[in-house]
């Protein structure tokens, strides 16, 4: 708990409103109402306790669905980020949901307990960069970009790591299937969004790319909701899951 929970109580009238205060986006400190601070302390504890029993980030909408009626979960998790930002472990927005992570400074400790990951490829890396910042995009949307034919263990390698997935059909002949990031891959990179990806400036500072790039050179944006689909897009159904091997095939009987 805050500094702040344990203030002395202010008396209050009865006509207040705290509903009001629970829907609003003031900041939690600017709540000063003490019924309205026990009621958002309590959620915050049993958002801490839902988040914290979660193997995978949980996303807002799963922590609405759980904590009290007028909570706003924009407020309590904002207080409950600041409760845990000077501690061993922080909580941290993974695309629209929310997980603890070890403190950065303190990666060091950890160290000897993590598994040795093999690295990956060069032409893996440079898949990954393009579905990242260009998704949706198509294998031959890749090749076209990479100048020459992507394998398809490479791609089985990045769906593998769940750092890509397959996220719909593109509405041209042969209907190709396009691929985006996860949210998997946002959590791996220590990125909020995936429009935190680094850009042009940010990229040749890190000498990732060369100081004498064609002026006509451009780092497209990676659109704001990746998960929403294109206008040129058709959302993958079980009969495409099952062609791609991602579902079992129903077994129906004559």
Do not use: C
Request: glycine residues 6%; charged residues 30%; aromatic residues 6%.
């Amino acid at each position: 708990m805050s500094e702040r929970a344990n203030a002395s109580v202010i008396p209050f009238k009865v006509g207040d409103e705290p509903e009001e205060v629970l829907f609003s986006e003031e900041p939690a400190e600017q709540v000063q109402n003490p019924a309205e601070r026990l009621h958002l302390a309590e959620a915050v504890r049993m958002a801490e306790a839902i988040v914290f029993a979660s193997a995978e980030p949980v996303s807002e909408k799963q922590l609405a669905a759980r904590l009290p009626d007028g909570i706003n979960v924009a407020v309590a998790m904002a207080e409950l980020q600041q409760i845990y930002a000077r501690r061993g472990v922080n909580l941290v927005r993974v695309g629209e949901a929310w997980a603890f992570r070890t403190a950065g400074d303190l990666a060091f400790l950890m160290s000897r307990d993590t598994v040795q990951q093999r690295k990956l490829s060069r032409a893996a890396l440079e898949v990954l960069a393009i579905i990242a910042y260009h998704q949706p995009v198509t294998r031959a949307e890749i090749e076209d970009i990479r100048g020459v034919e992507t394998s398809k263990g490479t791609l089985d390698t990045l769906l593998e790591t769940e750092w890509v997935r397959m996220r719909g059909r593109r509405r041209t002949p042969g209907r190709p299937v396009t691929y985006g990031t996860t949210d998997t891959f946002l959590d791996h990179f220590a990125l909020e969004e995936i429009r935190d990806l680094p850009g042009m400036e940010e990229l040749k500072g890190a000498g990732l790319l060369s100081g004498r790039m064609p002026s006509n050179f451009s780092i497209p944006q990676p659109p704001a909701d990746p998960d929403a689909l294109t206008d040129d897009e058709d959302a993958l159904t079980d009969i495409d899951l099952e062609e791609l091997g991602l579902l079992t095939p129903r077994v129906t009987e004559d």
